[in-house]
């Protein structure tokens, strides 16, 4: 690729919430193949630090700058092939503590993304979120499944109803107006770069087990979910943006290896104990009331058939928990991704 570009300007990439967990992590693997990348990041939730190792390459360039501000969005947006709007309110604890920044960041920035791109006609990739399929207790969940959501005086389900407007808004701009969009619906992604601060429960896990601190599980710990290492979920959101097929197609993407949240305490306590022998955390057992707020609903099982997205551009997951709790446990020793819990 990069040989057929050397006369050429190479393809452009713009990603909102480039210096996100995910985001960073795309910026760099777009760089490493030789795209150019632009990145609008308010940094928000976002960090410098995350992207501090590419500001200086050639082909990256950083807006600090929110979705909201048409004039930087529409100028990146004009100078972009493809676009990956990932630039959102994430985190249960963030959405329960901060439902008005949730649900106006969520709607109103796809919004602006859309317009922005049908001025420019740029095919626009749109990370989703599993939380649309709610409270529904299918296993697994596939793409066309009814969506079960708890009502709006829990402000946990605003999450999961402001995406699926996303969802919405993205394939009325693809089946009225012809913008090529494509939808991945990630379902729990981890790895380095995450911080706990927002309510991830593995970095906050491991985070607790490297203070020598007790591992706090909320409920009984017997709800399940299915994690995904970061560089799964970037080669499956860059697959689909490679693939024609794809416009107009939501795609679930996710881990199938399954595990209850008190299991996956243990573990992270065990992994963390053969680095450090002293380590002496045990497990604590948090209400959800206390945890987040009074009437929280937790969904129990959560755990994606990846049929469609294998059929399509021929995904799936490489890499397993061990190798996922091993990546974070390594980041989080290097003191310099510490960062302090709420
Ligand atoms: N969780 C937990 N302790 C924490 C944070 C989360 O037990 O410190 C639980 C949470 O209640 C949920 C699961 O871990 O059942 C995954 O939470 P996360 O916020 O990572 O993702 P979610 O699946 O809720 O979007």
Same mark, same amino acid.
């Given at each position: 690729m990069v040989s057929s570009q050397l006369f050429s300007k190479p393809k452009t990439y713009l990603i909102t919430g480039g210096a996100g967990f995910i985001g960073s992590h795309i910026s760099e693997t777009l760089i490493q193949q030789g795209y150019r990348v632009l990145v609008i990041d308010n940094l928000s939730?976002?960090?410098?630090?995350?992207?501090?190792?590419?500001? $200086?390459?050639?082909?990256?360039?950083?807006? #600090?700058?929110?979705?909201?501000?048409? *004039? !930087?969005?529409? =100028? %990146?947006?004009?100078?972009?092939?493809?676009?990956?709007?990932?630039?959102?309110?994430?985190?249960?604890?963030?959405?329960?503590?901060?439902?008005?920044?949730?649900?106006?960041?969520?709607?109103?920035?796809?919004?602006?993304?859309?317009?922005?791109?049908?001025?420019?006609?740029?095919?626009?990739?749109?990370?989703?979120?599993?939380?649309?399929?709610?409270?529904?207790?299918?296993?697994?969940?596939?793409?066309?499944?009814?969506?079960?959501?708890?009502?709006?005086?829990?402000?946990?389900?605003?999450?999961?109803?402001?995406?699926?407007? $996303?969802?919405?808004?993205?394939?009325?701009? #693809?089946?009225?107006?012809?913008?090529? *969009? !494509?939808?991945? =619906? %990630?379902?729990?992604?981890?790895?380095?770069?995450?911080?706990?601060?927002?309510?991830?429960?593995?970095?906050?896990?491991?985070?607790?087990?490297?203070?020598?601190?007790?591992?706090?599980?909320?409920?009984?710990?017997k709800q399940s979910r299915c994690f995904l290492h970061v560089s799964d979920a970037v080669k499956a959101l860059l697959k689909l943006a490679e693939c024609n097929e794809a416009i107009g197609e939501v795609f679930n993407v996710g881990s199938t290896e399954e595990i209850s949240i008190v299991e996956l305490a243990r573990k992270v306590i065990t992994l963390t104990r053969q680095k450090n022998k002293e380590s002496q955390s045990d497990i604590d057992f948090v209400p959800y009331g206390q945890a987040y707020a009074p009437g929280f609903e937790d969904m129990q099982r959560r755990v994606p058939d990846n049929t469609k997205i294998q059929q399509y551009v021929n995904w799936q997951p490489t890499k397993i928990l061990e190798e996922i709790l091993h990546d974070v446990l390594v980041s989080f020793t290097d003191s310099e991704h510490l960062v302090p819990q709420k």
């Open positions: 939730t976002g960090s410098l630090a995350n992207i501090s190792h590419l500001l $200086d390459h050639p082909n990256f360039h950083f807006a #600090y700058a929110s979705i909201a501000d048409d *004039v !930087v969005l529409d =100028r %990146l947006m004009s100078e972009a092939d493809v676009a990956i709007h990932l630039a959102a309110a994430v985190g249960v604890k963030l959405i329960v503590e901060q439902p008005v920044h949730t649900i106006e960041t969520n709607v109103m920035g796809m919004e602006s993304v859309l317009q922005a791109a049908i001025r420019y006609r740029v095919k626009t990739v749109i990370a989703s979120t599993s939380e649309v399929y709610g409270k529904g207790n299918k296993v697994p969940f596939t793409e066309d499944d009814d969506v079960v959501l708890g009502p709006t005086c829990r402000s946990r389900w605003s999450y999961a109803a402001t995406k699926m407007v $996303d969802e919405f808004l993205a394939l009325a701009y #693809y089946h009225e107006k012809g913008l090529p *969009v !494509v939808i991945a =619906r %990630l379902f729990n992604t981890v790895g380095p770069r995450q911080t706990g601060q927002y309510g991830m429960v593995i970095p906050r896990f491991v985070q607790q087990a490297l203070k020598g601190e007790n591992l706090s599980v909320y409920g009984d710990g």
